[in-house]
């Protein structure tokens, strides 16, 4: 089990939170290990229990550790969607630079969709043509709705999400279609208020070519265009 040295008694809970996170980076705490007690914390560091309790709360929180109730507290062992919650907070109240969150949003798309087109089957292949199809009946459409154009879009890039069969990549990916939620449907409106449809659909048709295709040389280039 990990030992850990007393510390100087200024910013303590941060501390505490430090000194575990370092613990499990250096592979002393592993996914699934108990952690000290709350008492055996305290004395290994010198500070006061209620500190360590705070420190534990936090981490909890965030979905880096969990309780079990009453066998005590473990490094979770797996993946959490409470990991992603700190950085959606901390990207949300530093957006002073709408290009980097696209920048953002460009990188994860290609590696999303690289790895969709590594790893895809035909039956998914299949799936994402009916998708596709479902899009284009909605961009179409004789009684345009920007919202179901939205939504069928959404659900297009969903299930090329799911071809790549990685549960982190998938969260991470939401986290940054969540954030960019607002100027992607800003995009979709803009783009058939202004009866550019056809557009619209191409570039969509020619991402949904590349995986048929298993083709990612202009991977980059086809997601670009995209962006309207």
Same mark, same amino acid.
């Given at each position: ?94 957006? @002073?630079?709408?290009? $980097? #969150?696209? %920048? ?7 590696? *999303? /969709? =690289?790895?969709?087109? +590594? ?75 202004? @009866?550019?449809?056809? $557009? #619209?659909? %191409? ?7 590349? *995986? /048929? =295709?298993?083709?990612? +040389? ?11």
């Amino acid at each position: 089990m990990a030992t850990f040295k007393k510390i100087n008694r200024s910013s303590l809970v941060q501390v505490v939170i430090d000194r575990l996170t370092d613990a499990m980076i250096k592979g002393e705490l592993k996914p699934g290990d108990k952690i000290p007690t709350e008492m055996e914390l305290a004395e290994q560091l010198g500070i006061a229990r209620n500190t360590v309790r705070e420190a534990v709360k936090i981490l909890v929180y965030m979905g880096v550790l969990e309780i079990r109730r009453p066998d005590g507290t473990f490094v979770m062992n797996g993946f959490s969607d409470n990991l992603i919650d700190p950085m959606i907070y901390g990207i949300i109240l530093n957006q @002073k630079n709408e290009n $980097e #969150l696209q %920048e953002l949003r460009a990188m994860t798309e290609a590696g *999303v /969709l =690289n790895n969709a087109i +590594s790893k895809c089957t035909d039956e998914e292949v299949a799936v994402l043509k009916e998708k596709l199809a479902l899009l284009k009946e909605a961009i179409f459409a004789e009684d345009q709705n920007v919202d179901r154009v939205f939504e069928r879009d959404n659900e297009f890039h969903a299930a090329i999400t799911e071809m790549g069969k990685n549960v982190m990549i998938s969260k991470i990916n939401a986290m940054v279609m969540l954030l960019t939620n607002n100027t992607r449907y800003e995009s979709v409106k803009y783009m058939i208020e202004s @009866k550019r449809n056809q $557009e #619209l659909y %191409e570039a969509h048709e020619k991402v949904y070519q590349m *995986v /048929l =295709n298993r083709e990612g +040389s202009e991977l980059y280039a086809n997601i670009q265009r995209t962006y309207f």
